[in-house]
């Protein structure tokens, strides 16, 4: 089992730039979610989704949009891309309420 | 929604030392406690996690405990060695919604 993968790993953008990072996990889990993780911060909820089709906000949601088409893979958009969007972003997925399990991140950066 | 406050941010202690940190949280319908060591360039990882019925749990060298009557719940790291220096952050969910974390805290085991 690969877990959950993210794509890319980094990813440098010019502001105004869109842009779509892939999230896939292979352990059949209903939610998954998208956190961005900036110095001193923690982890932020950006969106998340409670199963295939279905998607909801978290606490950072402006600028950003996400799908969930297929149950293994959950993406996140960025329209429009600006210096404040550059963190690292981290997928991750579970089963309901149990242990979320988290990829490797995205490192971007929006100059 | 929930607040989640870790403390301290960084923490140095000498090998074989104990360490603890500590979290409180705000919302009382929280219920599901976990906490999370990060490595330099890496996702998250579960390390033990904790549910509202329980006020104590143990795991080798790891342990959290739980005041619900007081809002926290603490880590606890016996013996340390050098592999536990990393990012540990702690969380709390409802267990329908995605975590809410805290800053995290730098911890480093001195050899």
């Known amino acids: 089992n690969a877990g959950v993968t993210q794509t890319p790993k980094f990813r440098v953008l010019k502001t105004g730039q869109s842009m779509t990072l892939l999230c896939a996990q292979d352990m059949n889990h209903e939610y998954m979610y998208w956190y961005r993780q900036d110095p001193g911060m923690g982890l932020r909820l950006i969106h998340y989704?409670?199963?295939?089709?279905?998607?909801a906000k978290g606490e950072v949601p402006d600028g950003y949009n996400v799908s969930r088409l297929k149950k293994q893979n959950f993406l996140l958009g960025l329209e429009s891309a600006a210096p404040s969007q550059t963190s690292v972003y981290f997928c991750?997925?579970?089963?309901?309420?149990?242990?979320?399990?988290f990829g490797p991140g995205t490192r971007l950066t929006v100059l | 929604g929930e607040n989640v406050e870790q403390h301290p941010s960084t923490l140095s202690v000498q090998e074989g030392d104990s360490a603890v940190i500590k979290c409180t949280y705000s919302?009382?319908?929280?219920?599901?406690f976990p906490w999370y060591k990060q490595e330099l360039g890496k996702g998250p990882q579960l390390i033990i996690d904790i549910r509202s019925n329980v006020g104590e749990k143990k795991d080798q060298r790891i342990a959290v405990t739980l005041n619900k009557t007081a809002k926290h719940f603490s880590l606890h790291i016996t013996e340390t060695q050098p592999e536990d220096s990393a990012v540990y952050f702690c969380?709390?969910?409802?267990?329908?919604?995605?975590?809410?974390f805290g800053s995290g805290t730098r911890l480093q085991v001195q050899p």
């Open positions: 989704s409670v199963g295939e089709g279905t998607t």
């Open positions: 919302d009382s319908a929280s219920n599901y």
């Open positions: 991750a997925s579970s089963r309901t309420d149990s242990e979320q399990f």
């Open positions: 969380a709390a969910s409802t267990g329908r919604r995605a975590l809410t």
